[in-house]
Each structure stands twice: as C-alpha cells, then as structure tokens.
C-alpha cells in the first residue's frame, strides 16, 4: 500500500526558510521519478518541483532559484528545500510520483501545511 508522509511545514516569516521532508513506501522509490505539489487556498494544485530516479531537478518558474529538491533513496524520502519564502508559497505542499499525468492522482496523503507572514 502506497504511503507518503509530509512533514516539516509551519509557519515562517517572509525571507525565511523550511525544509519539507517526504517519506514514501509501499513502491519502488529508488525507481519512481518524484515531484512535490501545492494548493493554496482557492486554488487548484499546481506542480513545483521534481526530481528523477538519477537526480535531476526541475522547477516550476515560481520558485526556480528559491526551492531546492533532493532525494535520499536510502531513506526512501524526498526533500524540499525552501528559501525566501514569500507570502505566496502559502499553501499546503504534497509529494507524490511525478508524471505528465500528476492531476489524475488519486492519493495524495496528508501533506503538509506552509504558512509564510509578513
């Protein structure tokens, strides 16, 4: 059974960072391109990172340059480093598989509450 735990939100000051952390089991993850997602109140998810099986990164142009992923696949766990938070990065932040078929998942776990104030 597929689970995905996100941990590591709160809340922060604008300028300010969090690392979010993702524990994944019950799949390949070693094997599994990984992305991490937000929805912000009133609006739809929206994908901003992600991370394939060999490491390499991409970004939505929201964050490129303030948000870093990464992955321990020893640990089964993927990261989200965030920098510079912005009142806008306030949503609740989800891992999941990543794909160009993302908006048709139908698990997504707990995720993990942002909140950035000014």
């Known amino acids: 059974q597929v689970q995905l735990v996100q941990s590591g939100g709160g809340l922060v000051q604008t300028g300010g960072s969090l690392r979010l952390s993702c524990a994944a089991s019950?799949?390949?993850?070693?094997?599994?391109?990984m992305g991490w997602y937000r929805q912000a109140p009133g609006k739809q998810r929206e994908w901003i990172a992600s991370?394939?099986?060999?490491?390499?990164?991409n970004y939505a142009d929201s964050v490129k340059g303030r948000f870093a992923i990464s992955r321990d696949n020893a640990k089964n766990t993927v990261y989200l480093q965030m920098n510079s938070l912005k009142s806008d990065d306030t949503a609740v932040y989800y891992c999941?598989?990543?794909?160009?078929?993302?908006?048709?998942?139908?698990?997504w776990g707990q995720g993990t509450q942002v909140t950035v104030s000014s």
């Open positions: 999941n598989y990543y794909s160009t078929i993302w908006r048709s998942y139908a698990y």
């Open positions: 019950g799949f390949a993850f070693s094997f599994t391109n």
């Open positions: 991370i394939t099986t060999s490491g390499s990164a």
